[in-house]
């Protein structure tokens, strides 16, 4: 796992010392209305998951070494209704500034709010990629998150950038389709497709091409922030699927909303009509996942380390065995008219890194271009302040813990987030030396793999079934946060592709 740069304390307290997101507005807003509106808005079912009004426990699979917060976690555990108070706190802030902000609060906003110290992070994050200076003109910006969007079939993403392009000022006709957009934009329709689904593919030669194109051409710093929006928007349509988040209620199209269940932050078997029998099975699940824990962190401390040699071996069987992990009920989505028009050769998409009987490319071995010391300095050289902000945001969900999982408090799941996010770089390819491969085996069961692996490399293909398989007794917050981890990871492996090859592209 890629070390943080800095500590995050995770918790509440982080949040509430900040005070939240900083409004956009100067003036101090009218919250009265504004919370007014959030009621309603809380009415509504943001996605088809979870239930509706869910989110007034924000719960979370987690645990950080030397987390100096971790007595005082168990202590709010045991007593949840001020645990609840807190983040209910934060969140209803969060959710009152984005109102105040853009006057509406979409339902990506609703979902990310069970989780508010990574709300506000993802916020300034996307704040600053959307709204403030930069090399790229606005309308192109949000052009751009649409073509990202449109390669996943995200129609919700889609809709909600073309209303966003349109505010801007940007030239309706462009909407027609990629066909009627200028030439320099078209020119990214390659590397957003490799972005998208085979990252590994991207060589020092795609950026040549698009900084070396005559009149048609890319500066170094537009290009990057190009390529920063277009795996956001890659990762976010990740997030969209994976949490089955429903369109708004002005929006047409979206993803099959349905019924909403009942209220609350169940888990979705509580919510399921499982017989006695399937309830029991859940639960054993949990145990037996709790007992997988206990073993790996006490065989760590027994164990006088393992070979360079068995590390690699492990991380290739892990790799290897990641090609039986495939979903076996993809979703159909027919490719909507104003989605497929954004989208040339709709046939690409991911292939797997390693092929039986064929030649693989060669693994990216992560301690040869690393976040910390490669990715990070490039991004914040040419396209200032984004650097710090996802480095940030990357920390906020690798550290997010509320030291819950399931029904259980007080626990350190550092190793279970830990094996998610390394399981994520495995699909694209990029292994750690010294991360041991067997943890995502032991950790990870086949239906979370299979959900995992769906989300991350083709999330248009994500089912309701898939979500409600895999762990099922767990609350939805804690598989929202699932859901960030892979929204994180897999925009951290395509960055680190990308921003290799415009390394090699300068040196």
Request: proline letters at 5%; aromatic letters at 8%.
């Amino acid at each position: 796992m890629v070390p943080p740069r800095a500590e995050i304390t995770p918790g509440f307290r982080h949040l509430e010392a900040e005070g939240g997101l900083a409004s956009p507005i100067s003036s101090p807003p009218n919250k009265q209305p504004a919370a007014a509106a959030l009621r309603g808005a809380a009415m509504g079912t943001p996605t088809r998951h979870l239930p509706r009004g869910a989110g007034g426990t924000a719960v979370g699979s987690g645990g950080t070494q030397g987390c100096p917060y971790r007595a005082a976690g168990r202590r709010l555990g045991a007593a949840g209704g001020i645990l609840q108070e807190g983040v209910e706190s934060s969140r209803r802030q969060l959710l009152i500034e984005a109102f105040v902000s853009a006057g509406r609060v979409d339902n990506i906003t609703m979902v990310m709010g069970l989780h508010p110290q990574y709300l506000s992070s993802f916020w300034k994050t996307q704040y600053l990629l959307l709204r403030m200076d930069g090399p790229l003109p606005y309308h192109k910006r949000h052009y751009i998150a649409i073509m990202a969007a449109a390669r996943h079939q995200c129609s919700y993403l889609v809709g909600l950038h073309m209303g966003e392009f349109l505010q801007v000022g940007g030239n309706p006709a462009w909407l027609q389709g990629l066909h009627c957009a200028p030439q320099k934009l078209r020119n990214l329709n390659e590397i957003n497709k490799l972005l998208a689904h085979r990252p590994w593919l991207i060589t020092k030669e795609h950026i040549e091409a698009l900084l070396k194109t005559g009149e048609h051409s890319w500066s170094l710093a537009e290009l990057v922030q190009a390529l920063v929006l277009l795996t956001h928007y890659h990762s976010l349509a990740s997030f969209v699927f994976g949490c089955g988040i429903n369109p708004e209620a002005e929006q047409d199209g979206g993803h099959g909303g349905r019924p909403p269940s009942p209220h609350g932050d169940s888990s979705p078997a509580s919510e399921d009509s499982m017989g006695c029998s399937g309830g029991k099975d859940a639960l054993q699940e949990v145990e037996a996942l709790m007992e997988r824990m206990k073993l790996l962190q006490e065989s760590q401390q027994e164990e006088e380390g393992v070979t360079q040699e068995e590390m690699a071996t492990r991380f290739e069987l892990e790799k290897t065995e990641s090609l039986l992990v495939a979903p076996s009920d993809l979703a159909d989505h027919s490719l909507q008219s104003s989605v497929l028009c954004f989208v040339e050769d709709p046939e690409f998409g991911y292939k797997d890194f390693t092929r039986r009987g064929e030649q693989a490319p060669p693994t990216f071995r992560a301690q040869d271009y690393t976040w910390e010391d490669h990715g990070y300095s490039l991004i914040n050289r040419l396209y200032p302040d984004v650097g710090q902000l996802l480095d940030e945001k990357f920390q906020v969900v690798y550290n997010l813990t509320y030291n819950t999982i399931a029904m259980h408090c007080g626990v350190d799941t550092s190793m279970l987030r830990r094996a998610i996010w390394n399981y994520v770089h495995c699909v694209f390819g990029i292994r750690y030396d010294d991360y041991d491969y067997g943890e995502v085996n032991q950790l990870l069961e086949r239906s979370l793999k299979i959900y995992i692996k769906t989300v991350a490399c083709y999330p248009e293909k994500t089912t309701k079934r898939m979500y409600a398989q895999f762990w099922r007794h767990f609350k939805h917050s804690e598989k929202v946060h699932i859901n960030l981890l892979l929204l994180e990871a897999r925009m951290q492996a395509a960055l680190l592709y990308a921003l290799r090859a415009v390394t090699r592209y300068m040196t």
